[in-house]
């Protein structure tokens, strides 16, 4: 095993030379705020956002930036390991290609750039020590809907990375993120307003191809298609959660990710198991998903 060490005094940052299209912080979220308006946030693939801690030795819920569509470049001032998960990406340290992208070590002043995605959409990037940032609630992860959090990420921004950890000789093979690979198939449960849905609606919510819209985002993944004929439905708001399929008066579902409401109007038809939502935000537009209630 690896340890890097440095002076105790030195202050150590990651420094963006690049963000890319989109680079925002996450962590593991701001969980318990619902009842004050603030959804939890915090990585949309949340097992890639863990894996590329672990392979660096942090803790699973430290800081990492989410990179959309790649792009992301940036140097460190001291040695540390950075590690890459989720969409898979070339990478490259000075314009040389990386074989193992997955956990790269990183000498001070080295430039990491990050390509685009070959699959997904999401990369995530962690560093040894792991990436400070300001905290509201408690959490330093931005939220796209509420604004809270930090800004999206800028070239020449810095941010202080904590102490060094030492590696885990974790064996770079099994080092695996998923990503969409054709038609993403989610299970979920019904409710708990399927009751307002006619027997062919539900059908067609199982039966259908659907489309991954271009107006998705960290909110929520807008899906078209045939839509479903409930119309308009007058509801009072109502508590929305991770993975609610809520299906507006277009007829065509909206599936929310990380940074979804935590109240809404419309009928939520059913709730995608939280194994599958990792898999949905990696998809890209004109990806197809299909609905499985088969639990």
Request: charged share 15%.
């Amino acid at each position: 095993m690896t340890t890097l060490l440095e002076k105790p005094t030195q202050t150590v940052a990651a420094c963006i030379l690049d963000p890319g299209a989109s680079t925002t912080i996450q962590d593991a979220g701001r969980a318990g705020y619902a009842h004050l308006g603030i959804t939890a946030s915090g990585p949309v693939d949340r097992a890639a956002a863990a894996l590329a801690n672990r392979l660096v030795g942090n803790a699973e819920n430290a800081a990492v930036f989410e990179n959309l569509f790649g792009g992301l470049s940036f140097t460190v001032t001291s040695p540390r390991y950075v590690a890459l998960t989720g969409a898979p990406v070339e990478v490259r340290v000075d314009g040389r290609v990386v074989r193992e992208p997955q956990r790269v070590y990183l000498a001070a002043g080295q430039r990491l750039s990050v390509g685009r995605p070959a699959a997904g959409l999401r990369i995530y990037v962690a560093i040894s020590g792991g990436i400070r940032a300001d905290t509201t609630f408690g959490s330093a992860s931005s939220d796209a809907l509420s604004g809270l959090g930090p800004a999206a990420i800028a070239a020449g921004d810095e941010y202080k990375l904590g102490p060094t950890t030492t590696a885990p000789e974790l064996p770079l093979e099994l080092a695996r993120s998923r990503y969409p690979e054709g038609t993403v198939q989610l299970r979920f449960r019904w409710g708990p307003r399927d009751s307002l849905f006619s027997v062919e609606d539900k059908q067609a919510l199982v039966s259908t191809s659907w489309t991954v819209g271009a107006n998705s985002n960290r909110v929520g993944i807008r899906l078209t298609g045939e839509p479903l004929t409930i119309g308009s439905v007058d509801l009072r708001s109502e508590g929305m959660a991770l993975g609610a399929i809520q299906v507006p008066p277009s007829g065509e579902p909206i599936v929310f990710l990380a940074d979804h409401p935590v109240t809404g109007g419309y009928p939520v038809i059913g709730v995608v198991t939280e194994d599958d939502l990792d898999l949905l935000g990696q998809a890209a537009v004109g990806s197809t998903v299909t609905f499985s209630n088969s639990l």
